[in-house]
């Protein structure tokens, strides 16, 4: 796991004692909003949505995890509620972390610190950026951007989109299902992207490039 590549062996053998692996089948909740932290997750198969619902009962999803990466790094260093939401996309397998092990032995390990550190800091980036799409572009530019795995969807990078619903899709670029048909009309009439089957293939890789910086 990337997180923990880099650990000593001596840190790495606590490590296997104190993770957890337990399984949950596609649709089933992980970890909940506003609930109280557990512990450090990691996804060590399947794919599991991390998202938040809105006051108005809306899904905003904010990235999907898969094989071999962390999610809940937040809450499980503060202590305070789950930030988000986490569910089974597919059956998979996560393995849990109990916080006060995490916190043990990133005041023995400064290298574990440290990833965590780095990978509290490319979090904070991707969400800064997902930000600046929400505030700034139009739904066609984050669709774009979407497809290109810029502007914090870098995450998502290898979630193949003909394996997400237009509700999915939608849920990812924070709008709805009705405005993104509208953003991928105006891609398939401008040329950019065509569909085959379920999957989307890119035509035009210069113009959706300029689509997703306007």
Not at 35 to 52: A, E, K, N, Q
Not at 160 to 178: C, H, K, M, N, Y
Not at 197 to 208: A, F, K, M, N, T
Request: a negative charge.
């Amino acid at each position: 796991m990337p997180l923990f590549i880099r650990l000593s062996a001596e840190t790495q053998a606590r490590l296997d004692e104190h993770i957890h692996v337990r399984k949950y089948s596609s649709g089933q909740s992980i970890v909940l909003e506003g609930h109280r932290p557990t512990g450090l997750c990691i996804t060590t198969s399947g794919l599991v949505r991390i998202y938040r619902v809105m006051i108005d009962g809306r899904v905003h999803v904010h990235h999907y995890v898969r094989p071999f990466a962390t999610f809940n790094m937040t809450s499980a260093l503060d202590g305070r509620p789950n930030p988000t939401s986490a569910e089974a996309v597919t059956d998979c397998q996560v393995g849990w972390l109990p916080r006060a092990e995490l916190l043990d032995l990133m005041q023995q390990d400064m290298v574990l610190m440290q990833s965590c550190l780095r990978m509290l800091t490319l979090q904070n980036r991707q969400l800064m950026e997902r930000i600046d799409d929400l505030g700034f572009r139009t739904v066609p530019a984050r669709l774009a951007r979407l497809l290109l795995h810029r502007g914090g969807f870098e995450t998502e990078v290898n979630i193949p989109l003909d394996t997400l619903s237009q509700d999915e899709i939608a849920a990812v670029l924070g709008t709805s299902r009705e405005v993104l048909g509208r953003a991928l009309r105006q891609l398939y009439d401008l040329g950019l992207v065509r569909r085959e089957g379920r999957s989307y293939v890119i035509i035009d890789p210069e113009g959706l490039e300029q689509l997703a910086e306007e």
